[in-house]
């Protein structure tokens, strides 16, 4: 969400100081440079990683109108993970066998929404697990095993980040592709109106000021946003990670979920009694 107001902010302060400069927005109005600047970035884009791409990127960007994960959201997954190693405890590796086989149905797992929304989170948890049940993988064959799904995932998902910054990169000199073209025609301006001169050589620059303002006020910040999104999700799973690799060495329920607790970025993590006072709430309940 943020993404897309601080874009708005830049384009309004721009345009402001523009005006309040002296300037006239008809003579920014150049549909044929939109046309150049608006086909080459489409084009780049488009011939630079295919369409399988586009449509990743634009469900990346639309999901930044959702928040990160936040404090809430580690808390429940921690939780979550807590009552189910728990039960592992108590009943023994098969009581979990109904939770990772059909977790929208679990009555532990349903019970966490933001755990429940993330399907590539539930998906790695639940395939993770039944490995573990099934005892045939020793802990550190399943640690080089999450390590390398993660892996693939994140090199999946910073595609679209990727792809747009090469896009933020290449706007400025398409800009300056449509300046020179437009140099070319007020060439042959050349002895007519002196008016006409300076409309053309006017529409040449507003073409690398648009080249310009796309990359860098634009398609960069979505570029950069996508990235952090992809690194916020990353954390989440390899707080999943941890806490897995924790319990497939036969660490305790509160073992388990502190070593994922430590993982979280601290501007979003719960403290140690904090966690400790909302698995004990849950207990109780």
Excluded: W
Excluded at 97 to 110: F, G, M, R, Y
Excluded at 121 to 135: E, P, S
Excluded at 161 to 178: C, F, H, R, W, Y
């Amino acid at each position: 969400m943020f993404t897309f107001i601080g874009i708005i902010v830049g384009v309004v302060a721009v345009i402001v100081g523009y005006v309040m400069h002296g300037g006239q927005m008809g003579v920014l109005i150049q549909v044929n440079e939109f046309v150049i600047l608006g086909g080459a970035g489409f084009g780049i884009f488009l011939g630079s990683n295919g369409m399988a791409v586009l449509q990743q990127t634009i469900k990346a960007l639309t999901g930044l109108m959702k928040p990160p994960p936040a404090k809430q959201d580690y808390v429940d997954l921690l939780k979550m993970m807590y009552q189910l190693f728990t039960v592992a405890r108590k009943e023994g590796l098969l009581g979990l066998e109904k939770h990772v086989e059909n977790p929208e149905e679990s009555e532990i797992v349903k019970k966490f929404p933001s755990f429940m929304a993330n399907h590539h989170a539930v998906h790695f948890f639940c395939d993770t697990m039944k490995v573990i049940l099934t005892g045939a993988v020793g802990p550190h064959d399943l640690a080089e095993m999450m390590e390398l799904d993660l892996e693939v995932a994140h090199a999946e998902e910073i595609v679209p980040s990727e792809a747009l910054q090469n896009v933020a990169d290449a706007m400025p000199a398409v800009g300056i592709v449509a300046a020179v073209l437009g140099i070319i025609i007020t060439m042959g301006k050349i002895g007519g109106e002196p008016s006409a001169i300076g409309h053309s050589v006017g529409a040449s620059l507003a073409g690398t000021f648009f080249g310009i303002f796309a990359g860098y006020i634009v398609v960069g910040p979505m570029a950069r946003s996508v990235g952090n999104r992809v690194k916020a999700s990353g954390q989440y799973l390899t707080c999943i990670r941890y806490a897995l690799f924790s319990f497939a060495r036969g660490e305790s329920p509160i073992t388990c979920v502190e070593f994922a607790r430590r993982n979280i970025d601290p501007s979003v993590r719960p403290g140690f009694t904090e966690l400790e006072k909302a698995v004990k709430e849950k207990d109780a309940a």
